[in-house]
């Protein structure tokens, strides 16, 4: 079955400095792999996603993440955080067709 | 940019009640989902929905949980008898063959 782990639940950064989120899954084939962002009370955006070919995907909002398949991890990364960023950030496994299932969430907070 | 429209935004229920949440997908879009997320918890996936039937659910959603594309627009989920715990955000989802697109959400309340 797969799954999708987060292991931190709450990150806090200082504005202007670096952000990794990790993003691990368990998955049976090649997955197709997500990253959403919640902003309080609103729907889910995607910032990025992966399916195949190059492993270092660019997102929106000068997000980016790397499929690393020995790892099984996808974790997301941003060079510098700025106050905006703040949210809940999702990461998504899925495949054509089927569901796709959520990992329980990162909370980002930004210090001024 | 076409989007995933969901209706109401908030909807208040009494606990007992039939509520009905609508989504209008991207218009040509195959298919279609249920997720919710109850409030401070990870987004669940419900249901999906492709050529005009259930195609994968979820152990939530349960013989009080049914979908519906009445029309060929809209996509609907209708919770039969309101619970408390049905209490949540719930999010419609299409794609075609990439990636879901999300609507806003519907937050329910299951007073």
Redesign the interface.
Known sequence: AQSVTQPDIHITVSEGASLELRCNYSYGATP?L?W?VQSPG?????LL?Y?SGDTLVQGIKGFEAEFKRSQSSFNLRKPSVHWSDAAEY?C?V?D??????????TRLSVLP | EPEVTQTPSHQVTQMGQEVILRCVPISNHL?F?W?RQILG?????LV?F?NNEI??K?EIFDDQFSVERPDGSNFTLKIRSTKLEDSAMY?C?SRL?????????TRLTVL
């Open positions: 197709y997500f959403y609103q729907g889910l955006q995607l996603k399916f999702f998504a899925g054509p067709g089927q569901n796709f299932v959520f990992g329980p969430g | 298919y989902y997720y918890q990870k987004v669940e996936f999906s492709y195609s994968e979820s999010f989802a063959t990439g990636s879901p697109f999300f609507g806003p959400g």
